[in-house]
């Protein structure tokens, strides 16, 4: 007997020891997820170095003793193959421990059948050796396990050739390219098998299938060189469902897009083509927040930010997670998308009901403070002195004198009430807004001759253009009321030689109306004050009371109307309010 490990047997011993190197990588370097391929890769390494001690062999009982420990690998290769392939295209629901336990029964039979061929030859039935150029070589005329055997073989490679063809038409861009390096990979040893099954010369006795083996370890490790094989694309795929209806982005470590659901793509109103491999930065986000995205060294990163889809602003609130193989190195990031728009929008509108609410609270605690003072304190010196009369205190020459100060303190009253009442129904039924076109003209001309005598006694000079017609389309009572306030309220803060201007001015589809005064004007502490609900009291030039609802009411019926009011006004130089109505479509 005779044992020389020639040129054939030394490459395939080297062969073996590159092969355990590439499994152990796999099993220590990458992701739980494809240590199947290593497991596979182990299995084949096993195959081969026992192929390359048995060519040396010119013994056939050493050779049949080494074809015990050679199947120990060929029987466990087809068995990681297909765990692997059935990982890799996102099976999961097929790896359940149930299921991966009875795969391994198939090859613990197979190894019995081997280990016990002698006592049944039900996978050999007669062995012969030969010797080619110096090598040796196993002939055996084939038992029905054999058979069995090839066949369970070749059907789980054809299972996960298919499954992975499948997923090579499923896939676009960089999945499609590391599916294609695998199936080119592992074709090349299955086709070296079915020469030796079925003994096609020159192959008839010699097994090139670790031969075969060896080109799929040159592709792996170019996959792994070139196209980051097994990186965490498919890994991630198989742990996400499609249909969730948050966006998932998954980047690699050069912030490459890999993977995405059909939710983030629609988001991003993109395909798969368009964005498969292509940076991160493509997507054309901009600002700091977007860079610790792809930048960020944080387990979890996450912010909410504001985006155009479809035309419609939307929030979406944006998850980033990094995913490393263990707690070692970074493959790359999880990015999730989810929408909380509708969230979003319904903290708006709480804060905005929030706001009213308190707006509501701070007018009825003003009105409150109006009723109580100013309404209550005319009142009742109106009664005190009614009662005085009566008693007959004083004289009707001391009525008389009194007189004029009543009736002011009454109109003042009843401008108040007329207001209130306007405010009160608005508030507890709602106005009902009706828009018609009407001469804007004509509405100031009545309130001009409602205060006609209030602005004559005060020797106060009203300028108006009566002769010009303006449409306009708005509410009238509404816009009646605005001028009513605006002209009450210059009246009142004039004094003799002042005089109010009301001007027209037309420009596109607006009405801008002003009401100019040379009046005492406000003080700069008081305008933003104005239009608001807080309370403060003016008095006019004559001592006239002022509540500030008449104000706020024109601001409110003014932008219920489509327009807009505003206010300029320096103290001791008068004041102008300017405010806005749309034009009718008939000017």
Not at 223 to 237: H, K, S
Not at 241 to 259: A, N, T, Y
Request: with cysteine; hydrophobic share 45%.
């Amino acid at each position: 007997m005779e044992f020389t490990l020639g040129a054939y047997s030394l490459s395939l011993l080297v062969f073996a020891v590159f092969t355990l190197l590439l499994s152990v990588l796999v099993f220590t370097r990458l992701n739980t997820d494809v240590r199947w391929f290593g497991a596979m890769m182990l299995a084949v390494t096993v195959w081969a170095a026992v192929d390359g001690i048995m060519v040396a062999e010119d013994s056939l009982d050493h050779m049949l003793f080494l074809v015990n420990f050679e199947y120990v690998g060929i029987a466990l290769v087809p068995v990681f193959w297909i765990l692997f392939v059935l990982r890799f295209v996102g099976k999961d629901q097929w790896l359940t421990k149930p299921l991966v336990a009875v795969q391994f029964l198939f090859p613990l039979l197979t190894l019995i059948m081997v280990w016990t061929n002698n006592l049944h030859h039900l996978h050999y039935k007669s062995a012969q050796l030969i010797e080619v150029n110096g090598l040796y070589g196993l002939i055996t005329s084939k038992g029905p396990w054999y058979i069995i055997h090839t066949t369970y073989f070749y059907s789980l490679m054809i299972l996960g050739m298919v499954l992975m063809v499948k997923r090579c038409f499923e896939t676009e861009g960089i999945y499609r390219k590391q599916t294609i390096i695998i199936l080119i990979g592992t074709a090349v040893p299955w086709l070296a098998n079915i020469l030796v099954v079925f003994q096609v010369e020159p192959f008839n006795g010699f097994d090139p299938t670790p031969y075969g083996f060896v080109i799929t370890s040159f592709i792996v490790v170019f996959g792994f060189l070139e196209l980051q094989l097994f990186d965490v694309g498919p890994i991630a795929r198989n742990k996400v469902i499609d249909s969730i209806k948050e966006g998932m982005l998954v980047l690699d470590v050069e912030s490459r897009m890999v993977d995405f659901n059909p939710r983030m793509l629609w988001i991003l109103q993109k395909s798969k083509g368009e964005l498969t491999g292509k940076p991160f930065k493509v997507l054309g986000f901009k600002g700091g927040h977007w860079d610790e995205v792809t930048q960020s060294q944080k387990e979890h990163y996450s912010m909410e930010v504001e985006m155009d889809v479809r035309g419609e602003k939307c929030y979406y609130a944006v998850s980033c997670k990094l995913l490393k193989d263990g707690n070692k190195y970074i493959r790359g990031r999880l990015v999730m998308f989810r929408d909380v728009t509708q969230f979003v929008m319904d903290q708006k509108r709480l804060e905005l009901q929030a706001k009213e609410l308190g707006e509501l609270n701070s007018t009825k605690d003003r009105l409150l403070s109006i009723i109580s003072h100013d309404m209550r304190g005319p009142l009742n010196t109106l009664t005190q002195f009614l009662e005085m009369t009566d008693a007959g205190v004083i004289t009707d020459e001391e009525l008389k004198a009194m007189m004029p100060r009543f009736a002011e303190n009454l109109k003042h009253v009843s401008g108040f009430l007329e207001n209130l009442l306007v405010w009160a129904k608005g508030q507890l039924k709602g106005e009902n807004i009706e828009k018609v076109d009407f001469d804007i003209t004509n509405e100031i001309k009545a309130v001009l001759e409602l205060f006609e005598a209030s602005y004559e006694n005060k020797g106060i000079c009203v300028n108006f253009d009566q002769t010009k017609q303006v449409m306009v389309n708005a509410d009238e009572n509404m816009i009646k009321l605005v001028i009513r306030n605006l002209l009450s309220n210059a009246v009142k803060f004039c004094d003799s030689g002042d005089k109010i201007d009301i001007i027209l001015d037309a420009k596109e589809d607006e009405l801008f109306v002003s009401v100019k005064d040379t009046g005492v004007g406000i003080e700069k502490d008081n305008i933003p004050l104005i239009f608001s609900s807080e309370a403060f009291t003016t008095f006019g030039t004559q001592k006239e009371k002022g509540t500030g609802l008449g104000l706020m009411l024109t601001k409110d019926f003014v932008e219920k109307n489509g327009g807009e009011i505003h206010v300029e006004s320096k103290l001791g130089e008068g004041t102008v309010f300017r405010f806005t109505v749309p034009l009718s479509k008939a000017n």
